[in-house]
């Protein structure tokens, strides 16, 4: 960018100055002649030191911190950014005498390029310049304005890295993808670095402090004097400020990492922390059990352990890595590698440098990839990641040769790094699995509900109450009954966690086992409420229970210490809470429970729900209550769109932290010509009317295909009840649904049994006849004795 006349504010008249790494000017530019006098073609290969000579820091920068010297960053030797203020004499302008502000900016890439110089005249900051033609102006922010002609992304990434030092490959990806889609040109990028005031990383201050003292210890007790001068304070202060620094990085890293318990998001956030800073390349590898939330064998791993890529971060230029070693892979490591070494022993393992002959013997472990041009000359350190001794994974990091190479002191900052990364992927291991396990346990103790049911369709939803307790004791349930009716349950122990969920599933098995013997509603709550008490103290529950009965169009409801059902009339649309004998809540015990029955249409809904949905801390439950009514009478095109309406009305509010269970079911009843019912004498002579008056419904039915296996196995039960029942009718139903359901009743109260009949024997085949032919059957008792019914497929053939 160029400009005349006056600055604008926020942009000073600026030289710019690149460096080889032999010292040699490679770039000059035109505020670099003007600022120091020598045009582009004398400077251009001329030593830098000639050409900036430097005359010391000033005196108002002598009381604090000492300044970088210009003089000795001309060399190429910094790692990191550095600044300063320096008095240069020249011979070009007005004053002889010049004080410059500069900054020096270390540049890593594959080109001779080491060292970026800018420098400002400070008295121009902010002045008129008087050069009619104006300075070359630059921003300080910084600021730069891209323009480039390569055809490719690719190209476009890969030179990036050059440009700005310390660029990652995403965000380098980043930024040529911002200008290919839109179209227009970067004019700012800001780089966050520190300045280093203290000796550079790769110098082993430890080693030569102990190498010193060897020497002054040597010299003192043979007389001769050490060829080197004893260690003095400032090589302390050294020490101690290279100590604080890493100190401080491993403070700064383990505040960016363990945000969250979310195992890849850790993962990212351990890679990301230590990419440039610390190293330029991060790969991150965990095992598969670990990353898939299961636990693994104890001991050491070995050569058949599977290791998981999970994340991979570096500055080399986009795409170099992908292919030989792409993020999301698994494969076993060589017993003959470093990285087998730091994976069984548990210890970080240093390679200073990674020569031809070295990285020829680590590649030829692997096949079918060529890993040498990502390791050779090259500088590795593989720290393993480990939690309570168990080794969960390791990182490779490594480092270009541009820069210094690890040494001792940066082993015992990646074991320490390594460490306190590896207690927080632990702790995101460790919550990953009890959230598997939490989740595994709450579905194993939820029914997979039947959607169709006889005579009524179901719809189910549960929602945890919170992230961190994902167990709970709300439950729902369906009961096929004989007599083609359903039982629908709803339930909530009270408390969270597992000791909730593990009442549940005893209260809920208790539940099924009762209505299997067909109790009537009370009765069960009533033995449901001594089988509370008899498990303990502090089992305590509310439980809604209903009885659907689809021919005779009528619920039977009993109520203990739950939220009341809503019934939704498919006549008008209205909804209402029923009213019934709310009832204590199971395990209270001393507390009667009464029933009532409410007759029902085709089509009606009923609502059944826990509190968790309708109350809200610091509202009226009479609030969630009338809105469930409101909601549940919404129109739905289906039974699962109709929960999900509930759902956003109720569950959506903030404040709830108590599970949720809901159970919407739609009650289709049957037509009078889907129902068959006949009355028999207790005479055998009754048995083959029983065989055609089957026959003749099934056949007007269309139900052809069936017709021969019902009417056996209707003989067969209607002989029973004939032969076995005390005097008493003979009833015999049929309902077609989406099975055929055939039920024979009697008077007689015991209850049949599968026989193992002997070859001579005369009885005991007929259950096993019914059992053999039909899709399912089963015996309840009844008020008046017993019903013994079976199902088949409906078929037409």
Known sequence: MHGTGQAPQGRVPLAVVVIDQAGLVSHWSTGARRLFGPPKEDAVGRPAADLLPVSGALPDLEEGPAPHDLEESLGGHLSYPAAGRARLDTSAGPRNRIDVLWWAYPLVGPGPERLLVLAADAHKLGAEDDDPTGPEVERIAPAFALHTDFPVADDLARKLPEILPSMSVAESARIVSQILELGYPVLEFSQHDRVPVTADWGVSRRTERKARRAEAALATASGVPSPRSPLDDSDEDLEYAAVRDRLEFLNEVSGRIGSSLDLSRTIVEVSRAVVPRFTDVAGTYLREQVVAGEGFPEGAPDATTMWHRVALEHTDEPGRWDDVVPVGESMPFPVHTPFFQCMTSGEPVLVPYISEEMGNAIASQFEKRDIRPLINHRSMLVVPLKARNVVLGFMILLRHQERPVFNDMDRATGAELAARAGLVLDNARMYTYQEAVAETLQDSMLPQIEPH?????????????????????????????????????????????????????????????????????????????????????????????????????????????????????????????????????????????????????????????????????????????????????????????????????????????????????????????????????????????????????????????????????????????????????????????????????????????????????????????????????????????????????????
């Not at 305590?540 to 229970?545: D, F, H, V």
């Not at 089509?603 to 059944?608: A, E, F, K, N, P």
């Open 453 to 797: 049911m006889p005579g009524c369709d179901i719809a189910t939803r549960y929602l945890p109450g919170t992230l961190l307790g994902r167990v709970g004791g709300d439950w729902f349930d369906s009961i096929k009954l004989p007599g083609a009716r359903t039982a629908l349950v709803v339930g909530d122990v009270m408390g969270h966690g597992l000791n909730s969920a593990a009442m549940m599933g005893q209260l809920r098995t208790a539940v099924q086992t009762m209505a299997a013997l067909d109790l009537p509603p009370a009765q069960l709550l009533r033995n449901l409420d001594d089988l509370a008490q008899r498990l303990g103290d502090n089992y305590l529950a509310t439980c809604l229970y209903a009885v659907y009965d689809p021919i005779a169009g009528e619920l039977h409801l009993a109520n203990a210490g739950h939220i009341p059902p809503v019934l939704v009339r498919a006549a008008d649309g209205g909804s209402q809470l029923l009213e019934l004998p709310t009832g204590a809540p199971i395990g209270v015990g001393g507390v009667p429970f009464e029933s009532v029955r409410v007759p029902v249409s085709p089509g009606d809904r009923l609502v059944m729900c826990t509190d968790g949905l309708v109350e809200v801390r610091g509202e009226d439950i009479g609030v969630g209550l009338a809105t469930l009514c409101e909601s549940a009478a919404h129109p739905a095109a289906s039974m699962d769109d109709a929960c999900d309406t509930i759902i956003r009305s109720l569950a959506t509010r903030g404040g709830r932290k108590d599970d949720v269970a809901l159970l919407l079911a739609r009650l289709n009843g049957f037509e009078g010509e889907d129902v068959a019912h006949w009355t028999f004498d207790p005479e055998p002579s009754e048995v083959p009317r029983a065989r055609g008056l089957v026959r003749e419904r099934l056949e007007s039915w269309g139900l052809l295909g069936i017709v021969d296996t019902a009417e056996q196995i209707v003989s067969e039960l209607v002989g029973n009840a004939v032969r076995h029942a005390p005097g008493g009718p003979v009833q015999l139903r049929l309902v077609r649904s989406g099975t055929l359901l055939c039920e024979v009743e009697d008077t007689e109260h015991a209850l049949p049994t599968l026989l193992n009949a002997g070859p001579g024997d005369e009885f005991g085949r007929g259950l096993r006849v019914v059992a053999r032919l039909s899709r399912a059957w089963g015996t309840s008792r009844t008020a008046t004795g017993k019903t013994v019914w079976f199902e088949l497929s409906a078929s037409s053939r």
